[in-house]
């Protein structure tokens, strides 16, 4: 059972454009969403995260836009460079399973020169 | 150390062949989570500690799937008589607060 879709699969965006990722959860008990990113040959790192008591974060070219009645958060990556081309990750985590995050499938994101 | 540490960075085992992956975490960090990352998909849980207690395996797909941490510091996830579809990357994270988790670099394990 996928708890947290993300789409799209992959995204090609043009330097200095704006990548926009997306995703939706069914579980409203949760209440910590993170997005990462994963380089190949490492490790997820932790870029941003977010609860649901507000409706946008941004950090640096980092935001995210949360929607806590359409049960959807996107991540958008502003100015992008050739140096955020990875795979990113949307996850999310209850309050009682902190421990365990439920993670989306994925998207692959190229940014062109 | 600085980062979480992962040994071996690959493993080749043939079917029925045990293995154990070692999880060197963040010094001081409490909580020590396993995560299994199949092939161009989302890392899926598998179990979590925090100290030296196993809190949640729910996420071991088999009873051939075994993680300790006996001290509370350096973890082991032991898989025995590994199939092909144990073939993935294992990704170890450690925390001080169960949020915000440091990754390894991850063990991929192939089983031919």
């Known amino acids: 059972q996928q708890q947290v879709k993300q789409s799209p699969q992959s995204l090609i965006v043009q330097k200095g454009g704006i990548s926009i990722i997306n995703c939706a959860y069914e579980?409203?008990?949760?209440?910590?969403f993170p997005w990462y990113q994963q380089f190949p040959g490492k490790g997820p790192a932790l870029l941003i995260a977010?609860?649901?008591?507000?409706s946008e974060k941004k950090e640096g070219r980092f935001t995210i836009s949360f929607n806590k009645s359409a049960k959807q958060f996107s991540l958008h990556i502003m100015d992008s460079q050739p140096g955020d081309s990875a795979t990113y990750f949307c996850?999310?985590?209850?309050?009682?399973?902190?421990?365990?995050?439920?993670f989306g499938q994925g998207t692959r994101l190229t940014i062109n020169p | 150390g600085a980062g979480v540490s992962q040994s071996p960075r690959y493993k080749v085992a043939k079917r029925g062949q045990d293995v154990a992956l070692r999880c060197d975490p963040i010094?001081?960090?409490?909580?020590l989570f396993w995560y299994q990352q199949a092939l161009g998909q989302g890392p899926e849980f598998l179990t979590y500690?925090?100290?030296?207690?196993?809190?949640?395996k729910s996420g071991l797909p088999s009873d051939r799937f075994f993680a300790e941490r006996p001290e509370g510091s350096v973890s082991t996830l032991k898989i025995q008589r590994t199939q092909q579809e144990d073939s993935a990357v294992y990704l170890c994270?450690?925390?001080?607060?169960?949020?915000?988790?440091?990754f390894g670099s991850g063990t991929r394990l192939t089983v031919v």
């Open positions: 500690f925090q100290n030296e207690a196993q809190l949640d």
């Open positions: 996850a999310a985590s209850t309050k009682e399973g902190a421990q365990k995050l439920v």
């Open positions: 994270a450690s925390s001080r607060t169960g949020y915000g988790y440091t």
């Open positions: 579980n409203t008990a949760f209440d910590y």
């Open positions: 010094s001081g960090h409490v909580s």
């Open positions: 977010i609860r649901p008591d507000v």
